[in-house]
């Protein structure tokens, strides 16, 4: 996955999509940053989690100008997430998320909002990348009464 990024940047600059081109070279140097400080080559995994920081930084943003009133920075910044988000593991529908959701209960069996813990480091790996964890967090929560 990591060199598909590096090569896609190579083939937008050649198709000319400066606006993806620039979103992609933010992501190439936030994931040569982590292998810096990991020193070593990032695992298709580590990618994903870098990929979803940088949606996850961008979505802080759009929030931030929703209040400022500035339509045009949030139209660009979910351009820059529509970008990002291809590279990411295609995404759970609600109904899928809610079935796993259901079996961690089942297996983890909480008894309340003390045992978030545990469900969150249990659903964690099942669904890594592939859900917004706001909504996930959110749809634990209820669940446990919350």
């Not at 351009?79 to 590279?87: A, F, G, K, N, V």
Request: glycine residues 6%; charged residues 35%; positive net charge.
């Amino acid at each position: 996955m990591r060199d598909q990024i590096f090569q896609d940047v190579n083939d937008m600059l050649k198709k000319g999509e400066k606006k993806k081109v620039a979103v992609l070279r933010m992501l190439k140097s936030a994931i040569l940053e982590k292998e810096r400080e990991l020193k070593k080559t990032l695992s298709d995994e580590e990618v994903i989690e870098v990929i979803t920081k940088q949606i996850k930084t961008r979505n802080e943003s759009i929030e931030q100008f929703k209040q400022g009133e500035r339509s045009d920075l949030m139209v660009q910044t979910q351009m820059e997430i529509d970008c990002l988000s291809q590279y990411l593991p295609k995404q759970l529908t609600s109904a899928e998320l809610d079935k796993i959701i259901e079996d961690v209960f089942k297996e983890v069996k909480p008894s309340g909002m003390r045992d978030m813990g545990k469900v969150m480091k249990t659903i964690m790996p099942k669904i890594k990348g592939r859900a917004n964890m706001g909504i996930v967090n959110q749809k634990i929560k209820e669940k446990l009464g919350g």
